[in-house]
């Protein structure tokens, strides 16, 4: 069909909207990479397909990444580097192979239970005020999301106390804390290791800490229950961020804290956003859209002018992230 051969052209790198410069590009980077960034046996790595699906997995000496559309070799990945394109052993599939982010890490782990999401974990860390060198509380480990977020706000002068009272979800935790730091400490980053992990409930929080915190995440079924426990070690004017699916837990904790607690609520909140779809338009036959050149362009619009040749769709992703909880802002105040 007329122009089947540019539609082949054009449609390889699609799913990962490249032009065709990058695309050949990419063939090259090795010839250029720098050997401090090469992969190492025992780090993860993260490979993206054309369709824009993730792998996570982790790099061995004898390994091989195994899909549908074929399979390669870990060796082969080593050999190369980070956002490098690679090919499947049936040379169908173009795969980009990166070092995975912290966010990507929590949200493709294996996991136990449902783990807290990177939107309100980032929200929750700003409400609490975690800098460098702060002593937090966990209530709840999870699969370990907050836990790792927690671990790299504090740093290498803070502590995270993590309590966790399902054998289970303390596994999860531990088990993807432990493979995090592998693998940073496979690629030489320095990874703080300082988190302490406790198989016990906040009524005995006294008996494993002794010096006051600076702030507290709750991620448990009734935070009402517990909140009294956590102030005894909080700091004046310290903060307790709970992490709440429903609005009656909401409810429940406010009244809760209203007549029995030295906390007050600060805020009550929901992280929302939206992810947006902003890419060239395709016509039927697999050619991107395109208008007449403007002969003289204004001065110092060149890039105006190059984006008014083509037409772009812009719009809303159809499927956007759904409520997950609301976040309740607790200080604890002097009375």
Not at 238 to 262: E, F, K, M, W
Not at 314 to 327: E, G, I, N, V, Y
Request: proline fraction near 5%; hydrophobic fraction near 35%.
């Amino acid at each position: 069909m007329p122009g089947s051969s540019k539609r082949n052209h054009y449609m390889k790198p699609r799913g990962l909207f490249l032009s065709p410069r990058r695309y050949i590009c990419a063939s090259i980077v090795h010839k250029c990479r720098n050997i401090s960034n090469s992969f190492t046996c025992g780090e993860l790595a993260l490979a993206t397909d054309q369709k824009g699906r993730k792998y996570l997995f982790e790099l061995k000496e004898n390994g091989q990444l195994q899909l549908s559309s074929g399979k390669l070799l870990h060796s082969t990945i080593i050999a190369g580097c980070p956002g490098q394109y690679f090919k499947t052993h049936l040379g169908t599939t173009d795969l980009v192979v990166r070092r995975p982010s912290l966010e990507e890490f929590t949200l493709l782990m294996t996991r136990g239970p449902t783990p807290t999401y990177p939107k309100d974990i980032l929200a929750m860390i700003g409400l609490m005020n975690v800098n460098p060198g702060s002593r937090v509380i966990e209530a709840g480990a999870g699969s370990g999301a907050m836990t790792l977020h927690l671990s790299k706000a504090v740093g290498h002068d803070g502590t995270v106390y993590s309590f966790e009272v399902k054998d289970t979800h303390l596994e999860h935790a531990t088990r993807n804390y432990r493979r995090w730091l592998k693998s940073q400490d496979a690629q030489g980053s320095s990874w703080p290791d300082n988190v302490q992990f406790f198989h016990d409930d906040l009524g005995n929080v006294t008996q494993h800490i002794s010096k006051e915190v600076d702030a507290v995440a709750l991620d448990v079924v009734d935070s009402a229950a517990v909140v009294s426990q956590v102030a005894q070690v909080l700091k004046p004017s310290g903060v307790v961020v709970a992490y709440l699916p429903n609005v009656t837990q909401v409810v429940a904790l406010v009244d809760h804290i209203d007549r029995t607690s030295c906390l007050e609520c600060e805020d009550v909140m929901e992280v929302i956003y939206r992810h947006w779809t902003v890419m060239p338009a395709w016509k039927k036959h697999g050619c991107r859209t395109s208008l007449p050149l403007q002969e003289h362009p204004e001065e110092g619009n060149e890039s105006t002018a190059s984006a008014q040749n083509r037409h772009f769709i812009s719009r809303p992703k159809h499927f956007q992230p759904p409520h997950t909880a609301f976040l309740v802002q607790l200080r604890k105040v002097m009375k």
